[in-house]
């Protein structure tokens, strides 16, 4: 059975930084792109950052360009995210995603989230 | 950036409706357009792709049309297990982007 375990959410300050980890299982990690996508409360699905499946093209929104960088480890079928320079705008949950073979930048299987809180 | 404008923002059905929702894109997104089911508290679930492709598993009530610009979601005899959040995304252009989201609720 495939699973996503995001983890690393929490509260952090305004200009403050987290790392979120999300390590899967029940498919081969290596051979899949990853994303991560975020969702503030009550509102819609926002496209954070997605990563090739070898780790070496990393892609970002221009909300998040610079601040943030998305990595993998596929020694250990683990997906990070390290978020630094945080404003409130950046609360929200976040989802882990594994990306549709062949098709580009279509998530087909979603971790449960981890909720970031930007707050002082 | 490809702004996707989902209608309507939600609906009141039954079980056993047809209901329907569609997403209209900025620019055109060829075929390249995905949906989403999401219920409270929970991950997204993917259920098509391409526009009308069904996702292994999704039940055959839903179908998928469009390209271009237009693209709609049906959902055929809902059952009470549908009552959720609907997203359409393009990824026919970075950075994929997704509608505001279509809640269907019970009548």
């Known amino acids: 059975e495939m699973q996503l375990l995001e983890s690393g959410g929490g509260l952090a300050q305004p200009g403050g930084s987290l790392r979120l980890s999300c390590e899967v299982s029940?498919?081969?990690?290596?051979?899949?792109?990853m994303g991560w996508v975020r969702q503030a409360p009550g509102k819609g699905l926002d496209f954070v950052s997605v990563?090739?499946?070898?780790?070496?093209?990393?892609h970002y929104a221009d909300s998040v360009r610079g601040r943030f960088t998305i990595s993998r480890d596929n020694s250990r079928d683990t997906l990070f995210l390290q978020m630094s320079s945080l404003r409130a705008e950046d609360t929200a949950i976040y989802y882990c995603?594994?990306?549709?073979?062949?098709?580009?930048?279509?998530?087909?299987?979603w971790g449960q989230g981890t909720l970031v809180i930007v707050s002082s | 950036d490809i702004q996707m404008t989902q209608s309507p923002s939600s609906l009141s059905a039954s079980v056993g409706d047809r209901v329907t929702i569609t997403c209209r894109a900025s620019?055109?997104?060829?075929?390249?357009v995905g949906w989403y089911q999401q219920k409270p508290g929970k991950a997204p679930k993917s259920l098509m792709y391409?526009?009308?492709s069904l996702e292994t598993g999704v039940p055959s009530r839903f179908s998928g049309s469009g390209s271009g610009t237009d693209f709609s979601l049906t959902i055929s005899n809902l059952q009470p297990e549908d009552f959720a959040t609907y997203y359409c995304?393009?990824?026919?252009?970075?950075?994929?982007?997704f509608g505001g989201g279509t809640k269907v609720e019970f009548k």
């Open positions: 995603a594994k990306k549709k073979e062949a098709v580009p930048d279509y998530f087909d299987f």
């Open positions: 029940g498919f081969t990690f290596s051979a899949h792109a």
């Open positions: 990563i090739s499946s070898s780790g070496d093209i990393p």
């Open positions: 620019q055109d997104s060829d075929r390249w």
């Open positions: 391409g526009a009308s």
């Open positions: 995304q393009q990824y026919h252009c970075f950075p994929p982007t």
